[in-house]
């Protein structure tokens, strides 16, 4: 696999542990709102690894306010951060993908925010509603091209970012009760779902938006 992204620390040592336990990784790093640095990593994916079966975009970004505060660089950036990557990475390659004429799979990663509208979140929760209406529309498109477009769209994860906010009972019990399972997403509950829309057992599943959120978006 190859893995991008800007943060080159980052990708040396998530490359080298998946070296070590076997696997065949390598990294290039780029920033996904860059046209050129888009072609330059897929080049460097095809030139190391001779094509692109599957492709999954996963950046993101995230800021909040009230709509009449909120900067318009702000929301800029994160519609770049959250779309403009995404559709930059489809566009290259579904390119390499048409062209090697033996499928593919595509995996997007929205949010619980592209289904359910959050106040102060006008230009996240759009972001990536986007994010799921584009799997929508190049399932579509690719479709004829025995290319599988889904979605993935987690909810709240535990993560190594914001640990105090995890650590916080008064958010802890806020998010805990909206989840009918009772806590948050680790990473081997999105690493199921990654797998099988990676798979052939999804060969006949196309425009899926899967929400990983212990049921956040029930009801």
């Known amino acids: 696999m190859m893995l991008t992204g800007r943060n080159f620390s980052k990708l040396e040592q998530i490359t080298k542990e998946i070296q070590k336990d076997g696997g065949k990784a390598e990294y290039s790093a780029g920033d996904p709102i860059v046209h050129n640095d888009v ?5 460097a994916t095809i030139d190391t690894f001779g094509g692109v ?3 999954i975009t996963a950046a ?17 950036t994160v519609m770049d951060a959250n779309v403009k990557g995404t559709y930059l990475f489809c566009k290259e390659v579904g390119k390499v993908m048409m062209n090697q004429a033996r499928g593919g799979k595509v995996i997007l990663v ?3 925010r592209g289904k359910v509208g959050l106040g102060n979140y006008t230009a996240y929760c759009p972001s990536k509603a986007a994010v799921h209406l584009m799997a929508k529309s190049l399932a579509c498109e690719w479709g004829p091209h025995k290319i599988n477009v889904n979605c993935i769209a987690p909810g709240v994860f535990r993560n190594p970012i914001k640990t105090s906010v ?4 008064v958010f802890n019990k806020m998010v805990l009760g909206r989840f009918p399972i009772g806590r948050l997403g680790e990473p081997d509950d999105f690493i199921g779902a990654v797998l099988f829309l990676s798979s052939k057992a999804s060969d ?3 425009d899926s938006i899967m929400y ?8």
Do not use: C, S
């Open 166 to 169: 995890f650590e916080d009972p």
């Open 53 to 55: 079966d599957i492709l």
């Open 60 to 76: 993101g970004l995230n800021t909040n306010g009230p709509i009449h505060e909120l900067p318009d660089e702000e929301w800029e």
């Open 110 to 112: 929205g949010f619980v």
């Open 204 to 206: 006949w599943m196309t």
């Open 39 to 43: 072609k330059r990593v897929l080049k």
């Open 212 to 219: 990983i959120d212990g049921g956040y978006t029930a009801g």
